[in-house]
DNA sequence: TAAAAAAATTAGAATAATTCTAAAAATGAG
DNA sequence: CTCATTTTTAGAATTATTCTAATTTTTTTA
């Protein structure tokens, strides 16, 4: 692992938010300045790859790379918050679905958030 | 609805593709020569945001428009082949782990499809 | 039905996201 | 240390998408 592709693992790992390569960029730069955009996509790319890390695609946002333990997504339908979360586990019941084949899963649920809901409400009142 | 929009929607629903916004818009091509790719993205985020397309993201590949009818996908890890399928419903399951608040639910389930698997097996073996 | 208002479409510029290319820098093996 | 390999860099190129303002089409209504 090269320096910046072991920093930029790290940057995923510790984050408890779904980071935008952008988002990495500018963590990256306040230890290494003049490292360059490119150099952050080589490096998601290289790890997800490799499958170091995981990579979030949501429709209308752009892609987020999160950690590799497994777990599903909550996604709010108004603000598009996304917040980790786990539910039952699915795997026994796919496999048992379609066999052998199966190789994991993505499971993303959507919902609206407590604020939007509250501010949703507020506004039914006005 | 106007003429562009219900052609992209039947377009859509007729499709057993996952069509892209420059399949669609070939597509509205042929029949209407002078459309612009424009409209196209207008008219699919209008149906998209009426809830009568269904947007489907997945990781490395421009978005696909799909029927609103509750299925599935199923991705070939290797080809990226997208298919639809139909598992058990877990609306039931995860309203119950997790209140009134669950709206919907989005599953991807990654595997091998046949073809790639064959290949592979023939690569063994040489 | 004609004029006015509203909505949709167009062309093309602008922006955003990502990839590519070739040169320079860093790393590693012998 | 020296040559070969890998990584990074800078910036151009490409792709995907949105925006803007003008034009066209549709709808409303007097």
Redo the contacts between chains.
Sequence with gaps: MTKYEEKIYNIINTSTEHLTVEQIYAELKKEYPKVVLATVYNNVNKL?KARLIR?V????MS?RYDRIVKHDHLIC?RCSKLTD?S??D?TA??RE??GE????????????CPEC?EREKNRKHT
């Design positions: 997800w990579k695609s949501i429709e209308n892609d339908q979360i539910f039952e699915l019941s796919l679905q379609m084949e199966f190789l994991s899963y993505d499971l993303k649920v959507f919902y609206i809901r």
